[in-house]
């Protein structure tokens, strides 16, 4: 049972190196307390690989990965835009004085855990936790995935927290608001166009958050160009004149 929780430990964490679900977990650290993301992750890795191995080993059964990822995306896309139309409220002294954000919320495990766990049922990682549980023990199975996948998050998470440190807080947040749209598109194409290829999903999922990036551009140009001209127009005060053009 020990070789075959280090050997999938092994597999598992090497799977999750630069996957879709680590650079989530980076993203949940920037955004939310550590302890908050690591927990909320452990326990969608225990749970989603208790699943892999009971399909893969007792049932032999495939998941209606289609669906979950439909889900799945929906959640990234709410938590992306709920995240970017935070960094539209007005910015206050406090909060330029904060340089980590360490954002706590009372839903925040719900929503991590929500969107981990949706983002990693019938990702690649799950079929591997999968294709081991047929040949290997589940119990050893299950519990070398999971710390395998809580290991790659808590890289993740480290990276996320030394780096978050350093960065303005606004900036992070919408960073990990156009991530969150990125993956919801990743998201759906690697379930219902997987066929254009890695490379080209890779591609197709940018334009989503390129384009909320855009908005989000020209809304800060906007509101920085109001408050530079005081928000008011001096020809719309009654009992005003625009004062009159000299001519030589």
Not at 98 to 110: E, I, S
Not at 201 to 213: D, H, N, Q, R, T
Request: proline share 3%.
């Amino acid at each position: 049972m020990i070789t075959t929780i280090l050997l999938t430990f092994g597999v598992l964490f090497v799977a999750e190196l630069g996957d879709k679900s680590q650079l989530m977990a980076l993203t949940f650290a920037l955004r939310y307390h550590w302890a908050t993301v690591l927990s909320a992750i452990t326990v969608a890795s225990f749970a989603v690989n208790l699943i892999a191995v009971g399909v893969g080993h007792f049932l032999g059964a495939a998941l209606p990965t289609t669906v979950i990822a439909l889900f799945a995306a929906a959640t990234l896309l709410i938590v992306g835009l709920f995240t970017l139309r935070e960094t539209l409220q007005p910015e206050t002294g406090e909060d330029t004085e904060k340089a980590a954000p360490q954002a706590k919320t009372r839903n925040a495990f719900l929503v991590v855990l929500s969107a981990f766990l949706l983002a990693e049922l019938g990702d690649r990682t799950m079929f591997a936790a999968m294709a081991l549980a047929t040949k290997n023990g589940w119990l050893g199975v299950w519990i070398g995935s999971s710390l395998g996948m809580v290991a790659a998050g808590g890289l993740a998470i480290l990276i996320g927290v030394t780096v978050g440190k350093h960065i303005p807080e606004r900036f992070i947040a919408i960073c990990s608001g156009l991530l969150f749209l990125y993956f919801a598109a990743m998201t759906l194409l690697d379930a219902y166009a997987e066929h254009l290829g890695t490379v080209v999903i890779a591609l197709a999922s940018a334009v989503l958050p390129a384009l909320a990036g855009l908005v989000i551009v020209l809304l800060r140009r906007r509101e920085n160009t109001t408050v530079a001209t005081g928000g008011i127009d001096s020809g719309s005060i009654p009992g005003t004149r625009p004062a009159p053009e000299h001519t030589a």
